[in-house]
Nanobody
Framework: QVQLVESGGRLVQAGGSLRLSCAAS????????MGWFRQAPGKEREFVAA????????NYADSAKGRFTISRDNARNTVYLQMSSLKAEDTAVYYC????????????WGQGTQVTVSS
């Protein structure tokens, strides 16, 4: 099992930028892919971005393309989500996920970090 701790969420004004971090521990050698998801109030959790641990990828949801960048630091077992041009609709709890397979169906999840964008 992989333990994940997200950080970096806070209140930010629309148009601003924010970087989220996700530190992994435990069986990190088993990670094949990591991703960011988000869940807004009253909505289902949705995919934001993902990256392969070996550097392949990344891929993004349409809502994130051109504004968000996912990256990873294998030496620190950390994945980042750099967000810019933030909009009010980006307000959500952001979750980090680590998978040992090609999908996130059986991923390990972090506790989430709140991002609030004020308009």
């Amino acid at each position: 099992q992989v333990q994940l701790v997200e950080s970096g969420g806070r209140l930010v004004q629309a148009g601003g930028s924010l970087r989220l971090s996700c530190a992994a521990s435990g069986r990190t050698f088993s990670i094949s892919r990591m991703g960011w998801f988000r869940q807004a109030p009253g909505k289902e959790r949705e995919f934001v971005a993902a990256i392969w641990w070996n550097g392949r990828g990344p891929n993004y949801a349409d809502s994130a393309k051109g504004r968000f960048t996912i990256s990873r630091d294998n030496a620190r077992n950390t994945v980042y989500l750099q967000m810019s041009s933030l909009k009010a609709e980006d307000t959500a709890v952001y979750y980090c996920a680590a998978s040992t397979t090609t999908t996130f169906e059986r991923a390990d999840w972090g506790q989430g970090t709140q991002v609030t964008v004020s308009s």
